[in-house]
């Protein structure tokens, strides 16, 4: 299995709480993904970094940040959460190679009540 | 733009029996890559096969084989003698010169015991 790892994997709160979503990997890859996936639906690319201190938006518009401290890090904040933000949110790494391979964390699903 | 478009939101088969799952895309570049993940229910997205567009020869993996047409920008993934644990959600992906993989909408797949 991939060492990619994404916490909390399931979280519940309520509406104008701030959350952060955390990704780590291990594998020293440059490149980090947050994707967001709504059950059994498409995913939609909303932020990503091609290495430390480098973050873009995605094709998505979110009102998520994200940030890119140190390479294996890559942690995504919501200021004030409301429930359109219910979704499922999924990190992915992958080194600067032509191989082009992500590896997925198991996604961190969130629930805005 | 570059799109990925999967037809088939869902499709069954029979346990032991052969599934086709069709891919297209759209781009102007010669050299690209392109992918099969597979989703399973609550579980990592994991790679199934991948496909340099430079080859002209199909990439196959034990039971799983492609179709990589390049004139036709088509990508089908076949999965031969079918086992329960071949259920899941399969995305098809392009990955595009910036290092962004785009990724279609994906086919559910159920396998009938």
């Known amino acids: 299995e991939a060492d990619i790892y994404q916490t909390p994997r399931y979280l519940v709160i309520g509406t104008g709480k701030k959350i952060t979503l955390e990704c780590s990997q291990t594998?020293?890859?440059?490149?980090m993904y947050w994707y967001q996936q709504d059950p059994g639906m498409e995913l939609h690319l909303i932020h990503y970094s091609y290495g430390v201190n480098s973050t873009e938006k995605g094709d998505l518009s979110s009102e998520s940040t994200v940030s890119r401290i140190r390479t294996e890090h890559f942690p995504l904040t919501l200021e004030s959460a409301r429930p359109s933000h219910t979704s499922q949110y999924l990190c992915a790494s992958t080194l600067s190679t032509t191989t082009g391979e992500l590896f997925f964390g198991e996604g961190s699903r969130l629930t805005v009540l | 733009a570059q799109t990925v478009t999967q037809s088939q939101p869902e499709m069954s088969v029979q346990e032991a029996e052969t599934v086709t799952l069709s891919c297209t895309y759209d781009?102007?570049?010669?050299?690209?890559?392109l992918f099969w993940y597979k989703q399973p229910p609550s579980r990592q997205m994991i790679l199934v096969i991948r496909q340099e567009a430079y080859k002209q020869q199909n990439a196959t993996e034990n039971r799983f084989s492609v179709n990589f047409q390049k004139a036709a920008k088509s990508f089908s993934l076949k999965i031969s003698d079918s086992q329960l644990g071949d259920a899941a959600m399969y995305f098809c992906?392009?990955?595009?010169?910036?290092?962004?993989?785009?990724f279609g909408k994906g086919t559910r797949l159920h396998i009938l015991p």
């Open positions: 992906a392009y990955r595009i010169q910036d290092d962004k993989i785009i």
């Open positions: 594998m020293g890859h440059d490149k």
């Open positions: 781009t102007s570049e010669s050299d690209y890559y």
